[in-house]
């Protein structure tokens, strides 16, 4: 038998398919041909002529390599497009009359007749591209060596071409693994189909509609489910078609490989610079996603076998041999149609009467006719019914209890958690990783504890929260003094919560993604978790490093020089100041070492840092959005080595007052911005009081005084008492007092309220001043 | 050995072929008879392998033939149709069948080439139908298979190249044992060509025998009796089984099986007058035959 199944009639039969489909292999050819080399022909001269034109030896000549690149891009797209079309051709005798008797005829059986079929059509589709990768290959290897060779070549492109054999490598391999899928899906087409027309529409249908549908499905689910994050229909659309794989196949090479080695992403703690791509993921991302895509080819394949061997000869003609496929296609269109209605309520009627045209068209067009029309009818209420229904049920349990899911702690192996920080350093997002069973330990108890919690709020609580946070930011937008403080933070982050992701790694390999919205005081349970931990500090000494390095690399890039300068000058920025030189520069020798050592200092001081420090230091100042607490002793000295000096705001309101300044000052008591049991300035809410906040929201009146200088001088000695306490940076569950100066927000510890009662009676006099005077804000405005 | 074995075969909720047994022994030439869509196409597939049977067996030399390279390879099918690979020329077409067949003769491709003169670099496409016809009826005679079946194998030939065909097969048969089946519904052609043949109507066979015998067992009677005023009908003749009767004037003229002595003595008693039986044809045979299973043009007038 087996010498039988080996005997060389397949390839023969694959020979005929080839021999008859010349014409067509011939084009594909010449696209492949025009594609990969082409591309890389153009991008590699390019870097070619500029890094000769950078070092002098030609000048005058530019070469732009984009419309190349787009030519052969297109060529490279048109014949990869081209594979469901190859799938068509190998199997074609299978939807002609005649050409079935002459094909079933020959001395083959269904196997073999199927794989030489499928390997005509492969090859014809496959061998083009490996021979055009392998053209690209040789380019790559005559060209880059000769650019690198380049010693004026700037360091953005010596980062670019250092990994680009990897990636080469990577992103041919895995065109060519989603190409095997995407030819793989139309021989499961050309099983499932008797006629030519059905095979064609079939095949785009499906791979529009196996991303289309999972994506439509699972943004519905994951918008209205708490959560479930859009992030995990990746594993779905990214691992289950051709169309999402490309994408993901994209994300993987640009997010995890070349923009890693980057710091593009200057707000991400995970941005790596000049580390290999292993450090970032990417090859075991890579990996796995390749595996699993293989997987499936192969799954698809042995469907495809089995399917064209139970399908009969008299099956030619029939529009659909298999009617399951489609019925899967026609639930799947009436599926993506419905899911619109999930955006807007108002479409429901619409959508459902748009589905129905779709849906009996599609039944026409199969049964050719109105034969049986009433089935049809009965179908396609089914089919709405159980999209409704499933719907429902999702949304009823909480998609089958995943939303409350937290795996075992025995099963995991690490847990990732992603969020964005504010209030220190409000531009960072923190990614961070733990693997030590303690915090994991902590990072659940604090996922059960938020479930638990929001589980609690009704809908009508979480709605009059949703509305009152939203006229509470109009309110707060509509005050002028919120101009100048929007220049340095995104006011559209102000009252939102923050987003926060906790990946889960098992044992197993799998992925369990979740995402919430995070208040004031859950942000702090999670701080509370990571501060002092070798990750956070590790994380954002890293940062700081790559930030700083950046910059020195973006000015060394104007002098096409890829090596660091050996002296370079720093801005520590002040978070509050009243005069408009608000940074202090100072002055670096040997800058790439320095950078290393101030970061390492950073680290360990952050890993020394606690909770109580973190809530109730003063922030001296930042390093590229990175705060200086009080108890960084290490970074402080490091900059004081360095020429750093200490900013105070006593002596800076000395400064405004002997300038004879204007100031204003707004003083709000407690109970008007009292976010529940904390008092934060840049944190208005809390989850756990949105019915405090409710009650109170007709009250938010406030204290405000405008001192002109007489009146400064008046009160210099209390306003210096109240101010010579006032921090920028105070977390607490005391109510306390809090102080706009000029714009700007300070609270007053608790401890001191009664310098802050002391000014407001003294201020009693000025309140109504306010309303009628506009302070002159080109005096006194602090720009940062 | 070609064998059927309670063969049924089903298309949808038609049934093509009915518990059907059928063996054609090696070296005969096998006629298949039958109305507009009694099965012989099917019967044809089946053999070839084309076409699975829902139940029973079809058997080549005793092996089931449907996805079975050995019994395949004995077997080659010429269907009713001319288009399948008109990218080839007919050299490629040979060389792509040669391929398959090990036992391919290039002496007798070449040797039938040169009777039928065909062009061998020309693309098939361009052939006319009975040229497409000829080529391919050369290389499955070139194939040199132990079975050789035959859909409507001369239709599109003209009167010169059917006899050319006709002596072509019988030369194959002659020298090799070869196992012609062929489906027609053009009698004559089965007549000169075949030894045997299965007469089938509604997915069953009606008969199937040596077409000697079949021709001497079906006789066409022109009689009078002496008795001109008496009426005869059928059933005045219970031992013979009639085909057709009808009466013109005072001439009766039946249409029954058995020899003639059988239908002489049937008619005796009633004293004959005149009592001729002319053989019948084998289009006569098959038009009386599906007339009694009620396949009668007469429905039409």
Not at chain 1, 189 to 214: D, H, K
Not at chain 1, 401 to 416: D, F, K, M, N, Q
Not at chain 1, 593 to 614: C, M, P, R
Not at chain 2, 231 to 253: A, G, M, V, W
């Amino acid at each position: 038998m087996t010498a039988k199944f080996l005997n060389n009639y397949p390839a023969r039969n694959a020979l005929r398919i080839i021999s008859q489909n010349r014409k067509f292999a011939i084009v594909t050819s010449i696209l492949y041909l025009l594609g990969i080399p082409m591309i890389m022909f153009a991008g590699l001269t390019e870097g070619y002529l500029s890094a000769l034109n950078a070092a002098d030896k030609i000048s005058g000549y530019s070469f732009n390599c984009e419309p190349y690149v787009f030519i052969g891009g297109f060529c490279a797209a048109i014949a990869v497009f081209l594979g469901f079309f190859c799938g068509i051709r190998a199997f074609e005798d299978e939807w002609n009359k005649t050409r079935v008797d002459m094909l079933y005829s020959l001395p083959l059986n269904g196997t073999q007749r199927f794989f030489s079929n499928y390997a005509g059509g492969f090859v014809m589709y496959a061998v083009p591209y490996v021979i055009s990768v392998v053209i690209g290959w040789v380019i790559l290897l005559i060209m880059l060596p000769m650019i690198q060779k380049m010693e004026t070549l700037s360091i953005e492109y010596t980062e670019d071409y250092k990994y680009f054999y990897l990636y080469y490598f990577l992103g041919t391999l895995g065109l060519f693994v989603l190409m095997c899928l995407y030819y793989t899906i139309s021989a499961v087409c050309a099983s499932c189909c008797g006629t030519l027309f059905e095979n064609i529409y079939t095949n785009i249908l499906l791979n529009a509609l196996i991303p289309g549908t999972f994506a439509a499905v699972l943004a519905v689910i994951t918008y209205n489910i708490d959560g479930l994050d859009f992030e995990y229909s990746w594993d779905f659309i990214g691992f289950m078609s051709p169309v999402g794989g490309l994408i993901y196949l994209c994300y993987l090479i640009l997010d995890k490989g070349m923009d890693a080695n980057y710091i593009s992403n200057y707000d991400s703690t995970y941005c790596g610079y000049n580390e290999a791509p292993e450090t970032q993921g990417l090859i075991p991302a890579y990996l796995r996603w390749i595996v699993c895509i293989l997987l499936l080819t192969v799954a698809l394949t042995v469907l495809a076998w089995k399917l064209y061997q139970h399908r009969k000869a008299e099956h030619v003609g029939k529009p659909f041999v298999y009617s399951w496929i489609y019925y899967i296609i026609l639930t799947a269109i009436t599926i993506c149609i419905l899911c619109i209605s999930a955006a807007e309520d108002d479409f429901i009627i619409a959508v459902i009467l748009f589905s129905a045209i779709v849906y009996f068209v599609m039944e026409v067009i199969r049964k050719r006719g109105f034969k049986k029309f009433w089935l049809s009818v009965v179908t396609y209420i089914v089919t709405v019914a159980v999209a409704f229904g499933g719907y429902i049920l999702i949304t009823v349990t909480d998609a089958f209890g995943r939303v409350s899911y937290i795996p075992a702690l025995a099963t995991i192996s690490s847990a990732e958690i992603t969020f964005s920080g504010y209030g220190t350093g409000r531009s960072t997002s923190y990614d961070l990783t733990y693997k030590d069973r303690e915090t994991l330990q902590k990072i659940q108890d604090f996922q059960k504890n938020y479930l638990r919690n929001h589980d609690s709020l009704t809908d009508e609580l979480q709605k009059l929260s949703h509305d009152y946070h939203s006229q509470l930011y109009y309110d707060y937008n509509s005050y002028d003094y919120s101009s100048s403080y929007s220049d340095y933070y995104d006011n559209y982050n102000l009252f939102d919560p923050t987003s926060f992701t906790i990946t889960y790694h098992t044992i197993t390999g799998t992925n369990i993604h979740r995402s919430y919205s995070l208040y004031d005081d859950e942000y702090l349970e999670i701080m509370q978790i990571c501060i002092g931990t070798d990750a956070f500090a590790e994380a954002n000494a890293r940062l700081l490093k790559n930030r700083l390095l950046s910059e020195i690399k973006e000015y060394n890039n104007q002098t096409h020089s890829y090596e660091y300068p050996a002296n370079a000058s720093l801005d520590i920025r002040y978070f509050y100041s009243n005069d408009t030189e608000s940074t202090r520069r100072i002055y670096l020798t040997d800058a790439e070492n320095t950078i290393k050592s101030l970061s390492a200092v950073y680290q360990k001081d952050l890993s020394a840092l606690t909770f109580e420090n973190y809530c109730t230091d003063e922030i001296i100042g930042y390093i590229q959005s990175l705060p200086v607490y009080e108890s960084c002793s290490g970074t402080v000295s490091f900059l004081k080595e360095h020429g750093f000096s200490e900013f105070s705001l006593t002596s800076a309101l000395a400064n405004q007052y002997s300038n004879k300044n204007t100031l204003e000052i707004r003083i709000f008591a407690p109970e008007n911005y009292r976010s529940g049991s904390l008092n934060y300035p840049s944190c208005v809410f809390s989850s756990e009081h949105e019915m405090y906040l409710k009650e109170n929201s007709e009250s938010y009146q406030d204290i405000a005084m405008l001192l002109d200088s007489s009146v400064m001088t008046k009160y210099y000695p209390e306003l210096m008492e109240m101010l010579s306490h006032a921090r920028r940076h105070y977390i607490s569950s005391e109510p306390c007092y809090l102080v706009y100066l000029n714009g700007y927000e300070f609270l007053i510890p608790e401890a001191y309220s009664d310098t802050v009662q002391n000014i407001i009676k003294l201020g009693d006099y000025h309140y109504y001043q306010l309303n009628f005077y506009e302070p002159n804000y080109n005096s006194t405005n602090v720009y940062f | 050995m070609m064998q059927l074995k309670n063969t049924v075969k089903q298309f949808e909720d038609f049934t093509a072929l009915d518990s059907v047994n059928l063996e054609i022994p090696k070296g005969t030439a096998f006629g298949l008879l039958g109305s507009n869509g009694a099965g012989k196409s099917t019967i044809l597939r089946l053999f070839s392998g084309i076409y699975r049977p829902e139940s029973g067996e079809v058997l080549i030399d005793g092996e089931p033939v449907y996805d079975n390279v050995n019994a395949k390879q004995k077997v080659f099918f010429i269907n009713d149709e001319t288009v399948q690979f008109g990218g080839y020329t007919l050299r490629q077409l040979k060389d792509f069948y040669k391929q398959f067949y090990p036992e391919f003769s290039e002496e007798i491709f070449e040797r039938l080439e040169k009777v039928i003169q065909l062009p061998m670099n020309k693309k098939i496409s361009t052939f006319s139908k009975g040229m497409k016809r000829q080529a391919i009826v050369i290389i499955g005679i070139a194939c040199c298979t132990p079975y050789l079946l035959l859909d409507e194998a001369f239709d599109g030939l003209d009167p010169t190249m059917r006899i050319i065909v006709k002596k072509m097969l019988v030369d194959a048969m002659c020298e090799r044992e070869l196992t012609v089946v062929i489906s027609s519904h053009n009698l004559k052609e089965i007549n000169e060509m075949c030894d045997t043949a299965a007469l089938l109507h509604h997915g069953k066979i009606v008969f199937n025998r040596e077409l000697d015998s079949l021709k001497g067992e079906v006789h066409k009677i022109q009689t009078a009796f002496k008795e001109k005023e008496r009426i005869f009908t059928r059933e005045d003749f219970p031992n013979l089984e009639i085909l057709h009767f009808e009466k013109t004037q005072s001439i009766y003229h039946i249409i029954a099986k058995g020899s003639e002595e059988q239908i002489h003595q049937a008619l005796a008693p009633f004293e004959p007058v005149i009592a001729d039986l002319i053989p019948l044809s084998l289009e006569e045979i098959f038009i009386y035959e599906l007339e009694v299973l009620g396949y009668d043009s007469k429905v039409f007038e």
